[in-house]
């Protein structure tokens, strides 16, 4: 068995065993999500908000109050508008038996500053490559930035319509990150039915110096979920990479990745804890890694 597929039993596992342990904590009320709408003797003792930062939460809580309340998920980049610290590690498996480790994995804060708006700060990722030939170091930071244009929440429609614009900056160690800086228009949608719900992601990734070279590659990604209970969120994506030009050109890449997420489990207040694991698997002949495993960790607040 491959060890990265060891790895991926051993997370799965451990998140199951504390799934059935928090299970009779999930049939009693819901933890409240820490950014959807505060409770009506809350709103009568907030402060009077004068100010940007002083009326931070107040906003960003009425905010996530009008769209559904699904999980962002493993790899899907949720329509949402969140507010976290979120912490990936994947472990990616080459043609050649080799591992790739990527802590970070493209992921940091996340914040809402606005009623419709959304910021997230990509922190650079330390990549490790178990190859004496290969440089270890860090990739390239990014932001990106959302734009929610319809929603509903569960009351209401049970939808999201979002546009993201992303932009990476070249500021990856050795061969670690790209040679230029990659922009990525993205239309993000979603809809829910009950305890089920469907998020996606269509963009391409456009350089911003010798685009036709380097390729504009298209992504589009799906997620459908279940919520069984009031803590497990199982999910099964699709992530789709077609190549339209560059070095790959025709190519198509689509992985397969099942994963399960537990949460929102409260730690204040405020804060809580959502923790999870997929396993990525290819489908198609053509394909850059296989067998990848991927462990999150967020803070919701």
Same mark, same amino acid.
């Given at each position: ?6 790895? !991926? ?29 505060? #409770? ?44 976290? !610290? ?67 929440d569960e009351q209401h429609g049970n939808y999201i319509v979002t546009f993201f614009y992303q932009m990476s900056f070249p500021s990856g160690s050795y061969s670690n990150g790209a040679a230029h800086a990659v922009i990525t228009p993205t239309l993000a949608y979603g809809k829910g ?16 110096? #010798? ?83 991927i462990l999150t960790v967020r803070f919701p607040f």
């Amino acid at each position: 068995m491959r060890a990265s597929a060891r790895r !991926f039993i051993f997370v799965a596992g451990f998140a199951v065993l504390f799934g059935r342990s928090a299970f009779a904590q999930s049939q009693a009320a819901e933890p409240p999500d820490a950014g959807l709408a505060a #409770s009506a003797a809350e709103q009568q003792g907030a402060r009077d908000c004068n100010g940007f930062f002083s009326c931070w939460f107040e906003r960003s809580d009425k905010a996530k109050a009008t769209q559904p309340r699904w999980m962002t998920p493993l790899v899907t980049v949720t329509p949402r508008l969140e507010q976290e !610290f979120r912490y990936d590690i994947a472990w990616q498996g080459a043609a050649d038996g080799t591992t790739t480790v990527n802590y970070g994995f493209n992921k940091g804060i996340e914040l809402i500053p606005t009623s419709n708006t959304e910021v997230i700060l990509i922190a650079p990722p330390y990549i490790v490559h178990h190859e004496p030939a290969v440089h270890d170091g860090s990739g390239d930071a990014g932001i990106l930035v959302k734009f929610r244009m319809l929603s509903g929440d569960e009351q209401h429609g049970n939808y999201i319509v979002t546009f993201f614009y992303q932009m990476s900056f070249p500021s990856g160690s050795y061969s670690n990150g790209a040679a230029h800086a990659v922009i990525t228009p993205t239309l993000a949608y979603g809809k829910g039915w009950g305890r089920w719900d469907v998020q996606g992601t269509l963009g391409s990734g456009i350089p911003v110096v #010798s685009a036709a070279t380097l390729g504009t590659p298209v992504n589009w990604n799906n997620a459908v979920q279940w919520h069984p209970s009031k803590l497990l969120w199982p999910e099964l994506e699709a992530n789709t990479t077609f190549f339209p030009n560059g070095k790959n050109s025709g190519q198509e890449q689509v992985f397969l990745t099942p994963g399960l997420i537990l949460g929102r489990f409260p730690l204040s207040k405020r804060f809580r804890l959502v923790f999870g694991a997929g396993y990525q698997i290819a489908v198609t002949h053509f394909h850059t890694n296989n067998h990848n495993v991927i462990l999150t960790v967020r803070f919701p607040f």
